[in-house]
T-cell receptor, first 109, second 114 residues
Framework: KNEVEQSPQNLTAQEGEFITINCSYSVGISALHWLQQHPGGGIVSLFMLSSGKKKHGRLIATINIQEKHSSLHITASHPRDSAVYICAAHLNRDDKIIFGKGTRLHILP | KAGVTQTPRYLIKTRGQQVTLSCSPISGHRSVSWYQQTPGQGLQFLFEYFSETQRNKGNFPGRFSGRQFSNSRSEMNVSTLELGDSALYLC?????????????FGQGTRLTVV
């Protein structure tokens, strides 16, 4: 079983819909990152969280340390949000970083 | 402010050869991390360098190595290439520990081993 699990693997939605991507982890972490990867490979760091909630524009990220769970929400989704979203966890035990398998999001116009 | 630059962008090598990839971080960033991305395994952490010292290392064989120079530029080397080394190699730079500070990624080097 992977130590970082993402769901769903694939998500197709209509423009304007509210999107939620989930990330669960089974190990102690010091921080969790949400990354966005567009076709072609470039990765952008969206959020870095160790507790609570962060908001940037239409994107919101939350983390519940006790439940070992984080969510990424996109409000008023747009076709340009189509990308792969990846969560990444920094491990307490050795400071290494492990990644979820990613969620492929496709927003239809 | 220039972003993270990786060179080359694309590379084709033959099994058994070695390859060196380069990463120039954002000016002022002292931490450079390297990652391998494949369709089967996804993203995996290779190693992290800070002020010319390897600070952390992932679970990759010794064929994978790296170094960091005094100007924070970093190189990674893969010797005795195998077909399974075909991947997108990404580097990211940050001011300090990636767990504490935002990381900025390069566009990656796509390596194909034939």
């Amino acid at each position: 079983k992977n130590e970082v699990e993402q769901s769903p693997q694939n998500l197709t939605a209509q423009e304007g819909e509210f999107i939620t991507i989930n990330c669960s982890y089974s190990v102690g972490i010091s921080a969790l990152h949400w990354l966005q990867q567009h076709p072609g490979g470039g990765i952008v760091s969206l959020f870095m969280l160790s507790s609570g909630k962060k908001k940037h524009g239409r994107l919101i990220a939350t983390i519940n340390i006790q439940e070992k769970h984080s969510s990424l929400h996109i409000t008023a989704s747009h076709p340009r949000d189509s990308a792969v979203y990846i969560c990444a966890a920094h491990l307490n035990r050795d400071d290494k970083i492990i990644f979820g398998k990613g969620t492929r999001l496709h927003i239809l116009p | 402010k220039a972003g993270v630059t990786q060179t080359p962008r694309y590379l084709i090598k033959t099994r058994g050869q070695q390859v060196t990839l380069s990463c120039s971080p954002i000016s002022g960033h002292r931490s450079v991390s390297w990652y391998q991305q494949t369709p089967g395994q996804g993203l995996q952490f290779l190693f992290e360098y800070f002020s010319e010292t390897q600070r952390n290392k992932g679970n990759f064989p010794g064929r994978f190595s790296g170094r960091q120079f005094s100007n924070s530029r970093s190189e990674m080397n893969v010797s005795t290439l195998e077909l399974g080394d075909s991947a997108l190699y990404l580097c990211a730079s940050s001011l300090d520990r990636p767990a504490n500070t935002e990381a900025f990624f390069g566009q990656g080097t796509r390596l194909t081993v034939v």
